[in-house]
């Protein structure tokens, strides 16, 4: 699995275009914005973009998914429908958060955990990670080693869970209960700032340092 981060809105959020080196299938994780310059780094790969991909409901990870969906007509995958309630109130988050106005939308298709998503040959497991957002989830690429996390894990910190119907105690269970069981060589791409390894987190991330598993 090939990637390649793409940080966009001024929430530096860390977009993802994702694709199997064989047949040069692509999905783009998360494309909160700026979808002018993904659609230029896609062209630039020479990938086809064939899918959207979704963790959370946010704006700063949703922002750009019905635009580009709309203009490459390819399905939005994702978050769980637990986050419905973020999409349906898009229009809300774009006055809170000071984005341009983004209607509401319904995904393609929600996830659930143990679903499997393709990309050209490459596969992804999805977890459902709920705290940060109800309907969090993680795309997981086993073979790779690779984790696309959102904003549930971050190098050395965690995601908030002031948001309605976030929930810390459910955000530590699926770091520890979801993710580190997923490996310590594993290397996680977070919504923001660098990539780091599950192993560099569960042993020094303030966090969640502490709460390893029995």
């Known amino acids: ?25 692509a999905a783009v994780v998360d494309p909160g914005g700026d979808i002018d310059r993904i659609v230029t780094e896609v062209s630039k790969l020479g ?11 946010h704006i700063d ?20 429908i637990a986050d419905k309630f973020w999409l349906d109130g898009l229009a809300k988050q774009s006055q809170n958060f000071g ?17 499997v998503v393709t990309i050209g040959e490459q596969t992804l497991s999805v977890l459902h990670c709920p705290g940060h957002t109800p309907g969090h989830i993680v795309f997981h690429s086993p073979e790779s080693h690779l984790a696309w996390v959102g904003d549930v894990l971050f190098r050395s910190s965690i995601g908030r869970t002031d948001f309605p119907q976030s929930d810390h105690k459910q955000l530590i269970n699926s770091i520890t209960q979801k993710l580190w069981p997923l490996g310590e060589k594993v290397n996680f791409i977070p919504g923001h ?17 502490d709460q390893l598993l029995a």
């Open 99 to 115: 984005f341009p106005h983004i209607d509401s939308f319904e995904p393609t298709q929600y996830l659930n955990e143990g679903d």
């Open 61 to 80: 990870h949703v922002g750009g998914a019905k635009m580009l969906a709309n203009q490459l007509d390819i399905p939005i995958i994702g978050p769980h």
């Open 47 to 57: 990938l086809t973009l064939d899918k959207i991909l979704l963790t959370h409901g």
């Open 1 to 25: 699995m090939k990637y390649q981060i793409i940080p966009v809105t001024p929430f530096q959020q860390n977009c993802s275009v994702i694709w199997c080196e064989k047949t040069k299938l």
């Open 193 to 209: 700032g660098p990539m780091s390894t599950f192993e560099e987190e569960r042993q020094h991330n303030p966090f969640v340092a």
